[in-house]
């Protein structure tokens, strides 16, 4: 089955400063790659996503860049904001039935 | 629009007891699935499915069961509870479509396994 492996586990960096997070995957056959953010006491919403035929998707001050013949993906917030601080997961799916395979999370803090 | 709601939000079992978490999404998606989230290993899947009266394994099925008798519901049920099945449990749903789509969490269930 897929493996995801996410990178780092924690991050800080100061408001204003840019974050990035890695993820590879081991299934060729996945094809739709989202990032959730997961806020304390809540459940995890996408802030973004990017499927195998695109390399590279930017909304606002969130990016994300894929390589599909690396298998690997990355997040990368600019500007960061306190606001930002939140655990994040990249997750991959095959196209076999919306099934996700997450990373084990990043926790980002953002310091004012 | 109430989206993915989860019934309960916390809950403490004995080992032994059984229980049900309830999870019902109003958006009319097909698919449904239910994740468990414990710490340093991000969310595991352990059953999810397809459309009515169609379940599947996860990663992590053991110990678990389902069942989708509509559209709109997706229990997981414990049948004896035991202290590795402590966790955090979110249900998730998503729609079926050419490729794949967004998938919405709840809010999560706490459960403690004493």
């Known amino acids: 089955g897929e493996n995801v492996e996410q990178h780092p586990s924690t991050l800080s960096v100061q408001e204003g400063d840019s974050a990035v997070i890695k993820c590879t995957y081991s299934?060729?056959?996945?094809?739709?790659f989202p990032w959730y953010k997961q806020e304390l006491g809540k459940g995890p919403q996408l802030i973004i996503d990017?499927?195998?035929?695109?390399g590279e998707k930017k909304d606002q001050r969130i990016a994300v860049t894929l390589n599909k013949t690396a298998k690997h993906f990355s997040l990368h917030i600019t500007e960061t904001q306190p606001e930002d601080s939140a655990v994040y997961f990249c997750?991959?799916?095959?196209?076999?039935?919306?099934?996700?395979?997450f990373g084990t999370g990043t926790s980002l803090t953002v310091i004012p | 629009n109430a989206g993915v709601t989860q019934t309960p939000k916390f809950q403490v079992l004995k080992t032994g007891q059984s229980m049900t978490l309830q999870c019902a999404q109003d958006?009319?998606?097909?698919?449904m699935s239910w994740y468990r989230q414990d710490p340093g290993m991000g969310l595991r899947l352990i059953h999810y499915?397809?459309?009515?009266?169609?379940?599947d394994q996860g990663e992590v099925p053991n110990g678990y069961n389902v069942s989708r008798s509509t559209t709109e519901d997706f229990p997981l049920r414990l049948l004896s509870a035991a202290p590795s099945q402590t966790s955090v449990y979110f249900c998730?749903?998503?729609?079926?479509?050419?490729?794949?789509?967004?998938?919405?969490f709840g809010q999560g269930t706490r459960l403690t396994v004493v």
């Open positions: 998730a749903s998503s729609s079926q479509g050419a490729v794949n789509t967004e998938a919405f």
């Open positions: 299934d060729s056959a996945s094809n739709y």
């Open positions: 990017i499927r195998s035929n695109v």
């Open positions: 997750a991959a799916s095959p196209n076999t039935g919306n099934q996700f395979y």
């Open positions: 958006m009319n998606h097909e698919y």
């Open positions: 499915s397809v459309g009515a009266g169609i379940t």
